[in-house]
């Protein structure tokens, strides 16, 4: 017997996932991409394409939103949602996108003066992970709405961990990104390193695992590093956005961030050979492409 219908608005990496996993514990899903082909992945996997987010919010009480950027959550709300929200108050949007703590506890306030509630719900783990029943919610925002959307939070994540208010879920996603970024970098390098100096990297790559320095990005990541299997799990240019978010905000605390100075560009540097749209872990690609010339 299915549950009440859960709306998702963005089915690409993320919104895919967070669909499978309500999917699999019963939910009708009721979605809605600008992209007709991802509107279709969704209907292959058992959901139901709907022509637009007003459909989609006139048939679901919970929405996911899982849009690319901060820009992207306030139009879907204040113009998409904007009619619907007026014949249909109560509506509660989980907003999964990794957004500006500051503009979205913003945007919350001005959705809850329509009548709608409001949650953080960024995730942490790519969308391959979060397919697979590990990401683990972040969650910012009013407990009792929370409550109210539990089975829901609980079908989506294997576990969740309720931050603070809204924008406080947001920046704990930020720091474990900082993290995670630069992990993902080192890992990068020190194989590049590796490799470089005579080892064999695959080998070398198991005996880190085993080491103090395993991280769980070796087990995500480096396998793809060592195959130059790019395939998308987490895009570049999603995680510059995040890189850039966390040194608006570091700029706004006074406080400097010299790693992820430098991570931010290698990015940019991964953006401008035309990997943007391709797995954060080709930033072994712009490591291996910085080799110093021979001394004379």
């Given at each position: 017997m299915r549950v009440a219908a859960v709306g998702v608005v963005g089915v690409g990496l993320l919104g895919e996932a967070l669909a499978r996993r309500l999917l699999h514990a019963g939910y009708e899903v009721i979605g809605f991409d600008l992209d007709p082909a991802r509107n279709e992945r969704l209907a292959e996997l058992g959901g139901h394409p709907a022509a637009s987010v007003a459909a989609v919010a006139e048939r679901c009480e919970s929405i996911v939103l899982a849009v690319f950027s901060t820009d992207q959550v306030e139009m879907v709300i204040e113009r998409e949602l904007a009619s619907t929200l007026d014949n249909n108050p109560g509506r509660i949007v989980l907003c999964a996108s990794t957004?500006?703590?500051?503009?979205?506890?913003?945007?919350?306030?001005?959705?809850?003066?329509?009548?709608?509630?409001?949650?953080?719900?960024?995730?942490?783990?790519?969308?391959?992970?979060?397919?697979?029943?590990?990401?683990?919610?972040?969650?910012?925002?009013?407990?009792?709405?929370?409550?109210?959307?539990?089975?829901?939070?609980?079908?989506?994540?294997?576990?969740?961990?309720?931050?603070?208010?809204i924008g406080d879920a947001g920046r704990a996603k930020l720091a474990i990104n900082l993290i995670l970024g630069l992990n993902r970098?080192?890992?990068?390098?020190?194989?590049?390193?590796?490799?470089r100096i005579g080892l064999d990297p695959k080998a070398f790559l198991d005996v880190?695992?085993?080491?103090?320095?395993?991280?769980?990005?070796?087990?995500?990541?480096?396998?793809?590093?060592?195959?130059?299997?790019?395939?998308t799990e987490g895009k570049v240019s999603q995680h510059l956005?995040?890189?850039?978010?966390?040194?608006?905000?570091?700029?706004?605390?006074?406080?400097?961030?010299?790693?992820?100075?430098?991570?931010?560009?290698?990015?940019?540097?991964?953006?401008?050979?035309?990997?943007?749209?391709?797995?954060?872990?080709?930033?072994?690609?712009?490591?291996?492409?910085?080799?110093?010339?021979?001394?004379?």
């Amino acid at each position: 017997m299915r549950v009440a219908a859960v709306g998702v608005v963005g089915v690409g990496l993320l919104g895919e996932a967070l669909a499978r996993r309500l999917l699999h514990a019963g939910y009708e899903v009721i979605g809605f991409d600008l992209d007709p082909a991802r509107n279709e992945r969704l209907a292959e996997l058992g959901g139901h394409p709907a022509a637009s987010v007003a459909a989609v919010a006139e048939r679901c009480e919970s929405i996911v939103l899982a849009v690319f950027s901060t820009d992207q959550v306030e139009m879907v709300i204040e113009r998409e949602l904007a009619s619907t929200l007026d014949n249909n108050p109560g509506r509660i949007v989980l907003c999964a996108s990794t957004c500006d703590p500051d503009r979205i506890a913003l945007i919350a306030g001005r959705a809850a003066a329509r009548g709608l509630r409001f949650l953080e719900t960024p995730v942490s783990g790519s969308s391959s992970q979060v397919g697979r029943g590990e990401g683990v919610g972040l969650i910012g925002g009013d407990a009792a709405v929370l409550a109210a959307v539990e089975p829901a939070v609980r079908a989506m994540f294997a576990s969740y961990f309720h931050i603070g208010k809204i924008g406080d879920a947001g920046r704990a996603k930020l720091a474990i990104n900082l993290i995670l970024g630069l992990n993902r970098l080192a890992l990068a390098e020190g194989l590049v390193f590796a490799e470089r100096i005579g080892l064999d990297p695959k080998a070398f790559l198991d005996v880190a695992r085993r080491s103090a320095a395993y991280s769980q990005v070796m087990d995500i990541k480096g396998g793809k590093m060592l195959r130059r299997d790019f395939s998308t799990e987490g895009k570049v240019s999603q995680h510059l956005k995040d890189v850039r978010l966390m040194l608006a905000q570091a700029a706004h605390a006074k406080q400097e961030l010299p790693m992820l100075a430098v991570h931010a560009q290698v990015l940019e540097a991964c953006v401008q050979q035309g990997e943007g749209d391709l797995d954060n872990s080709i930033v072994v690609e712009e490591i291996r492409r910085r080799r110093r010339n021979a001394p004379r």
